[in-house]
């Protein structure tokens, strides 16, 4: 007879929301999955439905892409909509870069771009605030890719900080989280990014392609375990 024991228990599935037909859920999959879910993952944008609750779910990713959480698309606007359904039911619920945007956006913040046209693509400094530290050690550097950010929702607790764009991380009431920075890609996706986003590498603020995989070298493990610990924070099950 097998021994069961080295196997994760079974737990419900993970709603995950991609943004393009080739995106991929990387890290953060491969790690919800050793934590014992399975993932469900959906694109929005290719038509595909988000359910009307989450009661069958363990909770619900969103992840990035290159559109804007302002774009007056039909499926921005809906996924947007959609996210009263995680913070309704009190669901543990993560946006990463464009889906914390998104969560700002359904909580009445704004989303927009640096006044003097700053990007952060690449390998930036972040700082934990005293929330965020008592709540968990934090990498003192991340991954960006993005050229937009967002005010702090009212009654957000931002988690951590960085300089171009103040507002990094933050926690809404017990289960919305929004991170601005990217702890899901693999070296696979990052070769991948850096091939398909060379052409915004001459945008203000942002690194060549080549100090994005040096970086990696240097910080990618600190920022790995933070990921880790902060998913099993985030879809802990009593």
């Known amino acids: 007879m097998p021994d069961l024991s080295q196997f994760p228990p079974r737990k419900r599935p993970v709603l995950v929301v991609l943004h ?30 988000l359910p009307q ?49 998104m969560l700002v956006r359904q909580l009445g913040g704004k989303v927009f ?3 003097e046209g700053w990007t952060e693509i690449g390998w930036y400094p972040l700082t934990a605030t005293e929330a965020g ?16 950010g967002f005010d702090l929702p009212s009654g957000a607790t931002l988690l951590a900080t960085g300089h171009h764009y103040e507002n990094q991380a933050f926690r809404y009431a017990d289960n919305a989280w929004g991170i601005q920075f990217h702890g899901e890609l693999t070296l696979a996706m990052m ?3 850096v ?7 001459e945008l203000p603020g942002a690194q060549v392609g080549s100090l994005h995989l040096h970086g990696r ?17 985030v879809f802990h099950e009593d």
Request: proline share 7%.
């Open 191 to 193: 070769h991948r990014w």
């Open 217 to 233: 070298l240097l910080h990618d493990a600190a920022l790995r375990l933070w990921m880790t610990a902060f998913l099993e924070r």
């Open 133 to 148: 530290a008592a709540l968990m050690p934090w990498p003192d550097m991340v991954y960006q890719f993005h050229r937009e």
């Open 20 to 49: 393009q037909e080739r995106s991929s859920p990387g890290r953060v999959g491969q790690i919800l999955e050793s934590m014992g879910h399975a993932l469900d993952i959906r694109r929005p944008v290719l038509g595909d439905p």
């Open 113 to 115: 771009g640096h006044d």
């Open 195 to 201: 091939v398909h986003g060379a052409h915004r590498f």
């Open 53 to 101: 609750t989450l009661a069958r779910h363990a909770g619900a990713v969103v992840f990035g892409g290159p559109m804007s959480a302002n774009d007056d698309e039909p499926y921005i606007r809906e996924e947007v909509d959609w996210l009263a359904v995680p913070l309704r039911e009190n669901r543990p619920f993560l946006g990463i870069c464009l889906g914390a945007q």
